[in-house]
């Protein structure tokens, strides 16, 4: 089916933004798992996989719609130091997810492509209700707990 050009680029700019998600969700999870912080190496790890599914989903709509998905772009990443700053990148790579999820479900609303729309309105529950939930409660924790004992909590492989 022959899709729209405007919601076709869309696709293939979230799906570069999804791809990079992706690789600093890895990088993220290695560095866990390194430092052995197994509680976070897990959550972070499925947090990468579900970028991979997301860019999955957007590049099965963007061949549907006959488009070429660009699997080359990638945003640029935010590589954290240590455990809040890897947190607080995440989060705001969350937060600025919701804000291009936001925008893509607008532009097929306009263009009338519901189900694009569809298909962007569950990555948008599941950045906002999920990844982003947790890495907020997460910072939460640590604020509330001290670092010391969050990562201590952590390496015990806690939730």
Wanted: aromatic share 8%; proline share 1%; charged share 25%.
């Amino acid at each position: 089916m022959q899709g729209n050009a405007k919601v076709i680029e869309t696709l293939n700019n979230l799906l570069a933004f999804e791809l990079a998600a992706a690789d600093q969700y890895f990088i993220h999870s290695q560095m866990y798992a390194d430092w052995g912080l197994p509680m976070l190496y897990e959550h972070i790890h499925h947090e990468w996989q579900e970028e991979l599914d997301h860019a999955k989903q957007l590049i099965e709509r963007i061949l549907f719609l006959e488009g070429m998905a660009n699997m080359v772009n990638r945003d640029t990443i935010s590589v954290g130091t240590d455990v809040p700053s890897m947190l607080k990148s995440d989060l705001t790579l969350e937060y600025d997810a919701v804000v291009k999820l936001k925008d893509a479900i607008a532009l097929c609303e306009t263009e009338r492509d519901f189900q694009s729309r569809q298909i962007l309105l569950g990555l948008l529950e599941d950045t906002e209700m999920d990844h982003a939930y947790w890495l907020e409660k997460q910072l939460g924790l640590i604020d509330k707990m001290g670092l010391q004992n969050y990562i201590e909590h952590a390496a015990k492989g806690g939730a």
